[in-house]
């Protein structure tokens, strides 16, 4: 069996003082090399492996013949946002991990034959079913509402999403570095899914501009896709110093506000010159990277467990190291100190003890292993809630101790009419598991509004 075929990128010492993307893309000799990898299975895994079913030995088929448009066509039969997906959805835990030849060997890089698909192969305008005269409304413009009002247009709905920013994307546009996820390829798919007839209304804040209750009383239903937005904290002394941010924060203040296109937008934020980042997913590795680019001499990830447990995707941790990250593995910070403005983190050294809840070995504190790590910038990226203005504007509707919503496996509420779906369900997760979640609600709402039945969520 042939290599697999390496991703082009650009090297770590210019790429790391540019926001522009990293890796390049196959070429079509590239794509072609690495199509003529796939075996082909009859009972392919990796389809079971993907959230929203793709059928990927067929559009890999259609890209080893040389047909790109033709692959496109087949991905968006499952896939609305295939440019998105093949950019940043975590293939090696999915689709790929389950390929046949990942057993002995390298599994085929779907998701790079993906990416290639969408950004080379001619767009393709799916035929809508014929108008079924209801309305639904779509909260948030993230993966699982774009999905989600992408399924119910193409099903003959009436379907409008309100997003409470000024741009459509939701965490795609606003948390996703450029240099991982292009804003003109989040605005392709977004103008893809406005092409369905896909309305969306912008700096409309459900909750505060518009109530639910309202939008009961206007559609026939609702799916709330508002994603996990409200970030958490250490809650540790000093942390509200200055110079201190949510990674949410920072990374909106660097996407939606583009301080990535300094000096064209003077952009308020702090760039500084040595860095922490606490945190070991993906968003610590994109808030690392990008504080690279916005100058910082010295970049910390500091992370309270050994890299084996890190959540980010290895090859985010890879770039973060080729690029120059520092990593500061079993450290935990207890204080923060500063005059006004941060200038100090108190840290204690950790050790790995028994599993906890999570499956990972619980990080034990090592006494006596306090130390001082100066900063004059920490960005804090150990997870997100789901943002309470839109839920608490519900009465009745059921949530979980972690204040996600509490939905079925169809993505139904305890609040008949109103589906939920992605990370406002699930907590932080990938992508595709948002969008699986927006494509399964889209079809039980079809579903329901066309047969009744008693609402058992």
């Known amino acids: 069996?042939?290599?697999?075929?390496?991703?082009?990128?650009?090297?770590?010492?210019?790429?790391?003082?540019?926001?522009?993307?990293?890796?390049?893309?196959?070429?079509?000799?590239?794509?072609?090399?690495?199509?003529?990898?796939?075996?082909?299975?009859?009972?392919?895994?990796?389809?079971?492996?993907?959230?929203?079913?793709?059928?990927?030995?067929?559009?890999?088929?259609?890209?080893?013949?040389?047909?790109?448009?033709?692959?496109?066509?087949?991905?968006?039969?499952?896939?609305?946002?295939?440019?998105i997906c093949g950019r940043v959805c975590p293939q090696e835990e999915q689709c790929?991990?389950?390929?046949?030849?990942?057993?002995?060997?390298?599994?085929?890089?779907?998701?790079?034959?993906?990416?290639?698909?969408?950004?080379?192969?001619?767009?393709?305008?799916?035929a809508r079913e014929s108008t079924k005269g209801k309305r639904i409304a779509i909260v948030g413009s993230g993966p699982a509402g774009l999905t989600c009002a992408a399924d119910l247009a193409l099903m003959g709905h009436d379907v409008t999403i309100f997003e409470a920013l000024h741009e459509a994307g939701g965490v795609l546009t606003y948390g996703i570095p450029e240099f991982r996820l292009p804003k003109s390829i989040v605005k392709r798919e977004v103008d893809y899914v406005r092409s369905l007839g896909v309305k969306i209304e912008l700096d409309?804040?459900?909750?505060?501009?518009?109530?639910?209750?309202?939008?009961?009383?206007?559609?026939?239903?609702?799916?709330?896709?508002?994603?996990?937005?409200?970030?958490?904290?250490?809650?540790?002394?000093?942390?509200?110093?200055?110079?201190?941010?949510?990674?949410?924060?920072?990374?909106?203040?660097?996407?939606?506000?583009k301080a990535y296109m300094f000096p064209d937008f003077d952009t308020p934020i702090n760039k500084g010159r040595k860095v922490a980042v606490i945190g070991g997913g993906n968003v610590a590795m994109d808030a690392a990277r990008s504080a690279l680019r916005l100058g910082a001499v010295e970049v910390h990830i500091v992370y309270r467990r050994s890299e084996a447990e890190m959540p980010a995707r290895l090859e985010e941790i890879e770039n973060a190291k080729e690029e120059g990250v520092i990593f500061d593995l079993l450290t935990n910070p207890v204080a923060f100190e500063g005059d006004g403005m941060v200038r100090?983190?108190?840290?204690?050294?950790?050790?790995?003890?028994?599993?906890?809840?999570?499956?990972?070995?619980?990080?034990?504190?090592?006494k006596g292993s306090e130390f001082t790590m100066e900063i004059d910038t920490a960005?804090?990226?150990?997870?997100?809630?789901?943002?309470?203005?839109?839920?608490?504007?519900?009465?009745?509707?059921?949530?979980?101790?972690?204040?996600?919503?509490?939905?079925?496996?169809?993505?139904?509420?305890?609040?008949?009419?109103?589906?939920?779906?992605?990370?406002?369900?699930?907590?932080?997760?990938?992508?595709?598991?948002?969008?699986?979640?927006?494509?399964?609600?889209?079809?039980?709402?079809?579903?329901?509004?066309r047969d009744g039945g008693e609402w058992r969520p």
């Open 344 to 366: 100090a983190m108190e840290c204690v050294r950790m050790e790995l003890g028994e599993p906890d809840a999570s499956g990972r070995r619980r990080p034990v504190e090592k």
């Open 204 to 257: 409309a804040v459900v909750g505060r501009t518009v109530g639910v209750q309202d939008l009961l009383r206007e559609y026939d239903a609702i799916f709330l896709g508002i994603g996990a937005g409200a970030p958490r904290f250490l809650n540790i002394p000093g942390e509200n110093l200055g110079g201190i941010y949510s990674a949410n924060e920072y990374l909106t203040r660097i996407n939606l506000m």
């Open 96 to 126: 790929e991990s389950r390929c046949v030849l990942a057993r002995k060997d390298e599994p085929i890089a779907i998701g790079r034959l993906e990416r290639y698909a969408a950004d080379f192969g001619r767009d393709c305008r799916r």
């Open 1 to 83: 069996m042939s290599p697999r075929v390496k991703m082009p990128k650009q090297t770590p010492e210019l790429r790391r003082r540019n926001f522009s993307e990293v890796a390049l893309g196959y070429s079509k000799e590239d794509a072609l090399r690495e199509a003529d990898r796939c075996l082909g299975c009859k009972k392919p895994g990796c389809v079971e492996g993907c959230p929203v079913g793709v059928e990927i030995p067929q559009f890999i088929d259609a890209l080893r013949r040389g047909d790109a448009d033709e692959a496109l066509r087949i991905i968006k039969r499952r896939n609305s946002l295939p440019g």
């Open 379 to 449: 960005i804090i990226a150990i997870g997100t809630t789901p943002n309470p203005l839109v839920l608490r504007s519900v009465p009745g509707l059921r949530t979980t101790r972690w204040g996600t919503v509490d939905v079925d496996e169809r993505g139904r509420t305890s609040i008949e009419r109103i589906w939920a779906g992605g990370d406002i369900a699930t907590g932080s997760a990938t992508v595709i598991s948002a969008m699986g979640a927006g494509k399964r609600a889209a079809f039980d709402i079809d579903s329901w509004l």
